[in-house]
């Protein structure tokens, strides 16, 4: 056998399959190491357009790191970030937030000195004076109509009750949901979100999901990296596995449960 075969017997067993129809983000390759950890190692990632792709794997498998360099954060040592036809890889993360990504981080990064209303309005306003200088579409939006929408996806995402309350006393579980909203306000064409249900109650994850799923509907295009496995499969049409940096399984939830190299990576660890 030639060792291209080898290569292609390698990628179908991983669940990779060429010519993915209608490919809105491409990760290309992509390395990342840090003082010689390879954090990131040959990383080929297709994600459809309209999707929800998960990215799972075990701690410390490379899952933030993948996102960071897909948001800018971090640029990876090879390869290239491709979005709807535009090069990332090189562009910082606000170039990249005004290409239409948005992102819900692991530890969410809200203003605390700010109440929940003026956070929400904060992505919009700024979105809307990045695109005044730009002269686009929404340069004429005025506040009225933001502080409108804030409000109106405030209480889609459960934290009405809450409106003119300080961030600074919400509990880490309202601070993720706020900063998802923080998100939708952006109308995104792709929301990437780290664990947006790590350190919520039950009820609070099962709020979220149904949120995600009536985003969905929207057709807006997700990449949910995630932990709960309830989480997961309640939600992705896709799943990618990461483990030691590298993706070793791609595919449909129901493939992914019956990969055994993902049984014997990380869902072997789990009930699934
Ligand atoms: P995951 O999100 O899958 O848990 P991470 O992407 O956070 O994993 O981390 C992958 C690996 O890279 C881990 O070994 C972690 O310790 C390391 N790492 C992540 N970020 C940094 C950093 N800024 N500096 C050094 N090492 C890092
Ligand atoms: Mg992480």
Do not use: W
Not at 43 to 60: F, S
Not at 115 to 135: C, I, Q, W, Y
């Amino acid at each position: 056998m030639s060792v291209t075969a080898e290569i292609l017997d390698d990628d179908e067993e991983r669940g990779f399959k060429s010519g993915i129809p209608d490919k809105v983000l491409h990760i290309d390759d992509v390395h990342k190491s840090f003082s010689g950890l390879h954090a990131l190692s040959d990383v080929d990632l297709d994600v459809r357009k309209g999707e929800t792709h998960a990215i799972i794997g075990p701690n410390g498998a490379g899952k933030s790191t993948l996102l960071n360099v897909c948001v800018g954060r971090l640029k990876p040592d090879r390869g290239a970030v491709i979005f709807d036809g535009e090069v990332l890889t090189g562009k910082s993360p606000h170039e990249i937030n005004q290409l239409g990504v948005a992102r819900v981080f692991q530890t969410p990064e809200v203003f605390l000195d700010l109440t929940v209303l003026e956070n929400v309005m904060v992505p919009a306003l700024s979105k809307r004076d990045g695109h005044f200088k730009l002269n686009m579409f929404r340069a004429f939006a005025d506040e009225r109509t933001i502080r409108e929408e804030a409000i109106e996806i405030i209480h889609n995402v459960g934290l009405h009750a809450q409106l003119n309350d300080s961030a600074s006393s919400m509990s880490r579980g309202d601070k993720r949901r706020l900063e998802l909203a923080m998100g939708l306000i952006q109308h995104p064409k792709l929301l990437l979100l780290d664990e947006p249900t790590a350190g919520m109650a039950r009820h609070d994850t099962n709020a979220t999901i149904e949120l995600l799923k009536k985003i969905k509907e929207g057709g807006m295009t997700k990449v949910i990296i995630e932990h709960d496995m309830h989480v997961v499969f309640s939600l992705a049409d896709r799943i990618s596995v990461l483990a030691g940096g590298r993706i070793i399984a791609q595919g449909t939830p129901e493939e992914i449960k019956n990969n055994p190299r993902v049984k014997e990576a990380y869902l072997g660890e789990e009930q699934v």
